[in-house]
């Protein structure tokens, strides 16, 4: 198994991991996955953290910091994932409920 490293950045809960994607510290959620939820339900921080309670008030508050300071990169790196999700879903085969249905 190949060990991963992190790189440290300017905020106290925010790591990069060996690929550059930034990660928060002791988890492995994605900054990128945080700020997707709080964009797309509009949940605010204390809503984040009742719904992911294993991530404390402050690694949120780092995140959502870390958002903002890098909200291009991040805004494209959703942009890309939504597109690949897009794709995948046009090119995968029907599922055995559709192919179910009448």
Sequence with gaps: MLE???QSTEYKYIR???D???HIAE???KVV???TSHLTYGWSPAELH???PHITMSQIYSALAYYWDHKADIDADIDRRLALAKQQQAT???SIVAKLQP
């Design 16 to 18: 990069l991991k060996d």
């Design 20 to 22: 550059g994607v930034p």
């Design 4 to 6: 991963t490293t992190h």
């Design 50 to 52: 009742f719904q992911y």
């Design 33 to 35: 996955e945080l700020v």
């Design 92 to 94: 995968a085969p029907p």
């Design 27 to 29: 988890t492995t959620m």
